[in-house]
């Protein structure tokens, strides 16, 4: 007599194995999928890090806490936080964002060691990392520019910016000069060079390098450094009897012939203009 | 018979699990989490942070704004509670007025916040 061996059902196994796994699936992704509660800040979606990011840089800015901020900071899991933050200082810098935020987030950055091109905007803590050399002996020409204020010149050949301290994503917006008016009055600020930058909604736009020549000399100034006036607007102080020429950096042409011979106000008071340059983006070109 | 069936019960049962564990650890749809999913921990620093930051700018829309993402009933109440809570435990100081300074804008200040209010004449205190 023989005892009949009973195989195991293995194929049956397998076929419980397949539907179990499915059915499985199936229960985990529709019918009760995953829903995180009690988080930490590195797992929030993407607009609430940054969110938390810029509130972490806005709490910096009152209680100065670096060691704090950074402790805030570490639940983002990021290999760099420096890095993190100025990228955000110039994500916003680049969006127009509110000049208050940028400031806030560049300033963190820059404590944290970050670089952010924000900074050189907003936190006047560092200097520009990419200014052109000082550009000297170009300016032979100027004392007989023979312009006036009102009428800028549409071909400037005297001075030629060889360098840009404008980055590239900026370049790709040509602004052209809409607006050039002399201020002589009492009541008002002397002495000014004041920039207007609005883009195409007549917003203010910030972060513009605006280049400023005279006889010798150079400077730079920004634009949304003093958001309370527009995000747009700069202005630069002059010397008087100066023949001063503007140059919205990498985006407009220069405007030549800006002079600070004292002017003299209704009330017969003799002081330095103020001179207000206006640029929007210019019109599209018809066909 | 029964040998075959009970097999069959032990694979699903065993591949309803693994399918579960890998469905849950290999989600689908995106699982990151909201400001209201954060930790309470994190909540109130969260918290404290809206309130440095209406500190330097004073901006109260972008205070409720900030607020309303937590997804509190009454955001009010949660700020109230809170700045008592970290006045019980003894907190940092400027974390405290900085609570108590949005529980006072939405109009609720109690005796234990009164050594924390802004020197603000006018603040209507119940």
Redesign the interface.
């Known amino acids: 007599m023989t005892e009949r061996k009973?195989r195991?059902?293995w194929a049956?196994?397998?076929?419980?194995?397949?539907?179990?796994?499915?059915?499985?699936?199936?229960?985990?992704?529709f019918l009760n999928?995953?829903?995180?509660?009690?988080?930490?800040?590195g797992?929030?979606?993407?607009t609430?890090q940054r969110?938390?990011v810029l509130?972490?840089s806005?709490?910096y800015?009152?209680?100065q806490d670096l060691e704090r901020a950074r402790s805030?900071l570490q639940?983002l899991r990021a290999r760099d936080v420096a890095t993190l933050v100025s990228e955000q200082a110039d994500l916003a810098l680049l969006n127009g964002d509110a000049a208050?935020e940028v400031r806030?987030l560049a300033t963190l950055a820059e404590a944290l060691g970050g670089n952010p091109l924000a900074a050189e905007v907003f936190s006047g803590t560092s200097q520009p990392t990419s200014m052109p050399e000082p550009i000297t002996a170009t300016f032979a020409g100027i004392p007989t520019v023979t312009s006036t204020p009102e009428q800028p010149t549409e071909t400037p050949t005297l001075l030629i910016p060889t360098a840009t301290a404008t980055p590239d994503f900026l370049v790709e917006t040509q602004l052209e000069l809409v607006a050039l008016e002399q201020v002589c009055e009492d009541d008002y600020p002397s002495g000014r060079i004041e920039v207007y930058v609005d883009d195409a909604l007549e917003r203010g736009m910030p972060g513009l390098a605006v280049q400023v020549d005279w006889v010798g000399n150079q400077d730079t100034f920004f634009t949304g450094l003093k958001p309370e006036k527009s995000a747009g607007y700069g202005d630069f102080q002059m010397e008087s009897n100066q023949i001063y020429t503007v140059t919205l950096v990498g985006l407009a042409e220069p405007v030549v012939g800006i002079d600070s011979a004292p002017c003299f106000t209704d009330s017969g008071v003799s002081q330095l203009p103020t001179y207000q340059l206006v640029y929007a983006p210019s019109p599209p070109e018809e066909p | 018979m029964g040998?075959?069936f009970l097999?069959?019960?032990?694979?699903?049962?065993?591949?309803?699990?693994?399918?579960?564990?890998?469905?849950?650890f290999r989600?689908?749809?995106?699982?990151?989490?909201?400001?209201n999913?954060?930790?309470?921990g994190?909540k109130a620093?969260?918290t404290?942070?809206?309130g440095?930051?209406y500190?330097?700018?004073g901006d109260w829309d972008q205070v409720q704004t900030?607020l309303g993402?937590l997804e509190e009933p009454d955001p009010a109440a949660y700020v109230v509670v809170l700045a008592e809570q970290y006045i019980a435990e003894g907190r940092n100081p400027?974390d405290i007025r900085?609570l108590v300074r949005l529980a006072a804008h939405f109009g609720y200040t109690t005796p234990p916040m009164q050594p924390y209010l802004p020197p603000s004449p006018g603040q209507a205190v119940p």
Do not use: C, K
Not at chain 1, 43 to 46: D, F, I, K, R
């Open positions: 009973q195991f059902p049956l196994l397998l076929i419980g194995l397949i539907l179990g796994g499915g059915g499985g699936v199936w229960y985990a992704w999928p995953v829903n995180l509660v009690d988080v930490d800040p797992q929030l979606n993407a609430d969110a938390y509130l972490v806005e709490a800015l009152q209680d805030r639940p208050s806030a | 040998r075959a097999t069959l019960l032990i694979g699903l049962g065993l591949g309803a699990l693994a399918g579960a564990i890998f469905g849950w989600p689908i749809q995106d699982v990151s989490a909201g400001i999913e954060l930790h309470p994190y620093d969260y404290v942070m809206v440095a930051a500190a330097i700018d900030r993402r400027d900085n």
